[in-house]
Each structure stands twice: as C-alpha cells, then as structure tokens.
C-alpha cells in the first residue's frame, strides 16, 4: 500500500468473508482466495496474518495460538 492512500480491500466486510471461506476449508492457498474475492494476493496474506492472526502450517491455515483445549489434547497425546 502506498503512503497516504487508504487501503479499500482490508474491510470488515471481506474479512468476515474470509473468516466464512477459511471455515469451510483452511486449505485454500493465498492464490485461490484471492481469486475468489478479487483482492490481490498481498492484501489477502495482510488479512491472513494481520486481521485474522492466522499462519499456515502443513499448507492449512490455523490460529497462530492454540486453544486451552488444543493445548491440553496435545500435551495428553505425547504422553501415548
């Protein structure tokens, strides 16, 4: 984005967008959604990382923090 200009893509609007696509399948590439929503693939990694607090692992998009819940199914399945 350029210094001064405003950004019209990261909406609240299309972020909820995304939130509704990445429900349906955290495995779409920052291509595909772009596409999707006609947004350019940087702004969509922006939204991705910034405004939803997401990064990808093993080509699937999740929360960058784990869940209390996550956390405890994780630490009783490395004890088996």
Same mark, same amino acid.
Request: overall charge positive; charged content about 45%; hydrophobic content about 35%.
């Given at each position: 984005m350029r210094s001064g200009r405003p950004s019209t893509?990261? !909406?609240?609007?299309? $972020?909820?967008k995304f939130r509704q696509i990445l429900s349906e399948n955290r495995r779409l590439t920052v291509r595909s959604i772009a596409e999707e929503v006609n947004i350019d693939r940087e702004t969509v990694? #922006? $939204?991705? !990382?910034?405004?939803?607090?997401?990064? #990808?692992?093993?080509? #699937?998009m999740v929360p960058k923090e784990l869940t209390e819940e996550q956390k405890q199914t994780h630490s009783l399945s490395r004890h088996f």
């Open positions: 893509s990261r !909406t609240e609007e299309n $972020i909820a990694r #922006k $939204i991705l !990382t910034k405004d939803l607090d997401m990064r #990808k692992v093993c080509a #699937k």
